[in-house]
């Protein structure tokens, strides 16, 4: 038997146990694992960030390396078939799907106003509602993910897993493409082979995307797209590429001002025209009079009500209640997203490298930014961290993808409840880890290549 030109039996043994290992351990988060299970989740995940870490630190020949991104499609490939066990946005998925095959626009209703109303949606069942976490809420995805959606429920309007295999299809095909595409970026900047295993074998980039149906995995893709055909100096697909990576999850935008200096202002304005105009035409669907109301309404919601996972900001919250003894985030949650705006635009002012090879490395500062400030972070938010991370020398995002995920003991109470030791524990290592990583590292020094020996 071969895997790419290379037989299994050139396969070092230790590579093969490991990969087996991950194997099992994929099945286990992907059918067994429960929310509230906190710790047999957390004890298969942490065995499968120690052996993931541990194999790509190991690795140095190239049958090894090929034998591990293999290894990392057909987990992927398994978990397509799993219902999402660990996150409930599958139902609002496809509730919101059920409204776009039946010509409603998802975004002019919220789910309580059809429950409680005298219309009948066809799909949009009482067991359907019962399921959603967002009752009260319009929906805030966009149009990448609503076809995705519509797609799903037009070929299984009345199985929920049925619509859950279509929707992990799409993802399932992105992630082959961000595999393909990492590979090219990083022999295009002479990077390390072995880097894309950090996205490639991730235990949070395999659960979150593939396993729980979360988007980011058609951002990640789109992204990646658009920055091979600007190294490449195809401008107009990598306007498309970048719009529709915000079509899929909004953010980056928080990466375009990073563009400018390196394709000069003349060019940038012709190349946001194109983002701009993809975007018209990607959101035109959805467009009418209530449209920006509620979609605006419902990120106001997520800057000002939504807390879960904060860093900065919980130490924040805590001056205010001492101060004030309330919750100050309705009026700072606002105001931190301007701060985070405002580092941004002044990084990218400021930034003196114009080379592709640093943009990831901008990116990185951009979304860290927008995650150290954030109210609200889940954790496949760190999926953009990590992919990312592959362009650059940097690993704490590797670290944050093993803490974050002890989060999920919040679900293993009778009551749903925050552990705010864990939330300390968790960026208490996260930062102790970057403040190192600053000092010892220069954040834009680009990588010589390490080639891994026949």
Known sequence: MKIVGHKVSEISSEVKAAAFLMLLLTVGLGYFAKQSGFYPLIGMYASFWAIYVWSIIRIKRKEDLQFLIWSGILFRGILVFSFPNLSDDIYRFIWDGHLAINGHNPFNFLPLEIIEGDEVFPGLTSALFAELNSQEYYTVYPPIAQITFATAVFLFPSSWWGCAIIMKFFLFAFEIGSIVLLQKLLREFKMPAKNVLWYVLNPLILLEITGNLHFEGGMIFFLLLGFWWLVRGRLFPAAVALACSIAAKLLPLLFLPFLIKRLGWKISIGFFTVVGLTLVLLFSPLFNEVFLQNFSSSLDLYFRNFEFNGSIYYFIRWIGFQVKGYNIIAKVGPKLAMVVFFLIV????????????????????????????????????????????????????????GLIMYTYINYSYEVYSENLWVVGLEYGFLFAFLIYELITKQLKKPLQSEMLPT
């Open 346 to 401: 002044s990084k990218a002012i400021l930034n003196k490298d114009k080379s592709w090879e640093g943009w990831p490395s901008d990116m990185l500062f951009a979304i860290c930014v927008y995650l150290f400030l954030g109210t609200t972070i889940h954790p496949w938010y760190v999926s953009l961290p990590i992919v990312l991370s592959v362009f650059t020398s940097f690993r704490f995002p590797i670290l944050w993808s």
